[in-house]
């Protein structure tokens, strides 16, 4: 198990030195809860400055899918390092991005054909998405949905719609941009239940939206993520994206689906998407995909993927370490680690079911492989939100070694990298139970 780094964990001077310039120098816009200074990882743990272990169940937002610093990664990088590491895919052909493409374009759902755009981020993926939509299909629109996230450069910006700090003061945002409800059951946007609402969130943007005020003709594309992630891990019903892709169909409008976050395994299949069974127009790559190493790529069929050269291009995008790296990353995920992620994912999501019993704090506990949630309320009656509690319990689990992160107003995450072992997730569930009851007893209340 890991060390306890107990409550000291924000003691030593080294600690206390980096705090303090990063107070002075670095930007205050971050979200920084965990106050340690992290200085190595190895698989699924990292150490601080101090010598402190934890064992991280936020994998870097999602990221390092092959767990920290995996010795082929390391050696993939290290090896592109001494040969070339720059020469820029926007004026240069070299052959780690073609292969890296033909990868991806074999792996990604949707049929015939497909070619890859590739930048530095999910944003970037995501704008390369929005641009692409419009430029072939010429229409300006897109429909995105509440609790979404996509990025926050101006484009992705538009369509998140999940917390409205990210937005406030930077309006006016990209206009076209209409977002609705998602397929979130368990807090339905329309107030009803599932499934004798007959999912009226779909039947409602045909019903309402193109009736009255966004013609179908002038949309370009839905954009959403198979499963919300900042949102709160949202996993919306199973005949939910099947429906959405049959709209989009039937006004000939592009189905985007953002697998930034749910990607790469994360789910125990290569793409969350494939869970509901639709093959998307167009997805999203980024975090993932490359282990840490900066990449983003907008993934779709030769016949749409119709833009001139010089419309779209970026100079780091797709740079030969990330491709390097992000071709280890795929056969390491082919070579096991998909599979350990739908496993361990279902044993997890079985041990945290059982919690539900003896927690009061538990109003859901949802997941597919390693991309887990669990939905802290006030009551299970009125499942209000119990954002304090659940930030306490990230801050009790972290006193005793565990790394994790919120996301949606209430709800914790659970998204280690997907090396972990299921001695890693008892010990895990462990300290989390831990924390859970230690803040249960503290009777903390919004
Ligand atoms: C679903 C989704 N899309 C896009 C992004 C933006 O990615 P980035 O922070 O790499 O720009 C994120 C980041 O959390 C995400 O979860």
């Not at 945002?173 to 807090?187: A, E, I, K, N």
């Not at 009736?211 to 954009?223: H, N």
């Not at 907008?298 to 790296?325: E, Q, R």
Request: charged share 20%; aromatic share 10%; proline share 4%.
């Amino acid at each position: 198990m890991a060390k306890k780094s107990g409550p000291n964990w924000v003691k030593g001077k080294k600690n206390k030195e980096i705090l303090e310039l990063d107070r002075k120098y670095v930007s205050p816009c971050y979200t920084r809860s965990h106050f340690t200074v992290i200085d190595r990882g190895k698989g699924v743990h990292v150490w601080d400055v101090e010598g402190n272990e934890y064992l991280d169940f936020a994998a870097g937002i999602a990221v390092v899918s092959t767990g920290h610093c995996h010795p082929d990664v390391v050696k993939a990088i290290r090896d592109q390092a001494g040969r070339l590491i720059h020469m820029s895919g926007t004026d240069f052909f070299y052959e780690v991005q073609v292969r890296l493409a033909e990868k991806l374009a074999e792996i990604t759902p949707g049929g015939g054909n497909k070619k890859v755009f590739f930048g530095n981020s999910g944003a970037e993926a995501v704008e390369a998405c929005m641009k692409l939509s419009r430029y072939h299909t010429r229409r300006h629109r897109f429909i995105g949905f509440h609790g979404a996230f996509h990025g926050r450069t101006f484009g992705a910006l538009s369509l998140t719609g999940s917390k409205a700090i990210q937005r406030s003061r930077f309006g006016p945002l990209l206009p076209g941009v209409t977002h609705v409800g998602f397929g979130y059951c368990f807090r339905c946007p329309l107030s009803l239940e599932y499934p004798s609402c007959d999912l009226a969130c779909v039947r409602y943007i045909e019903d309402e939206l193109f009736r009255t005020c966004v013609p179908a003709e002038d949309v370009a594309a839905f954009v959403v993520e198979p499963v919300q992630g900042e949102g709160g891990y949202v996993f919306p019903p199973a005949e939910y994206h099947k429906r959405l892709k049959a709209l989009a169909e039937k006004y000939g409008i592009l189905f985007v689906a953002d697998e930034v976050q749910s990607g790469m395994g994360r789910t125990g299949k290569m793409f969350a998407i494939e869970h509901w069974g639709v093959k998307p127009d167009m997805v999203a790559v980024a975090k993932g995909v490359a282990s840490g190493m900066p990449l983003g790529a907008c993934i779709a069929s030769s016949s749409l993927m119709d833009w001139v050269p010089g419309s779209h291009a970026s100079t780091f995008g797709g740079n030969p370490i990330s491709c390097a790296a992000a071709l280890t990353t795929i056969s390491l995920l082919e070579g096991g680690l998909i599979e350990n992620s739908a496993r361990l994912g279902a044993y997890m999501l079985g041990q945290l079911e059982s919690m539900m019993g003896r927690h009061r704090f538990f109003g859901d506990v949802r997941g597919k492989g390693l991309m887990i949630g669990v939905e802290i309320v006030k009551d299970r009656t009125t499942r209000a939100y119990n954002t304090p509690a659940r930030n306490a319990i990230i801050q009790e689990a972290f006193k005793r070694g565990l790394i994790m992160l919120g996301c949606g107003p209430s709800v914790l995450r659970f998204m280690p990298p997907l090396v972990v072992t299921k001695k890693q997730i008892d010990d895990a569930l462990t300290i989390f139970e831990e924390a859970v009851s230690a803040v249960e007893s503290q009777k903390i209340q919004a």
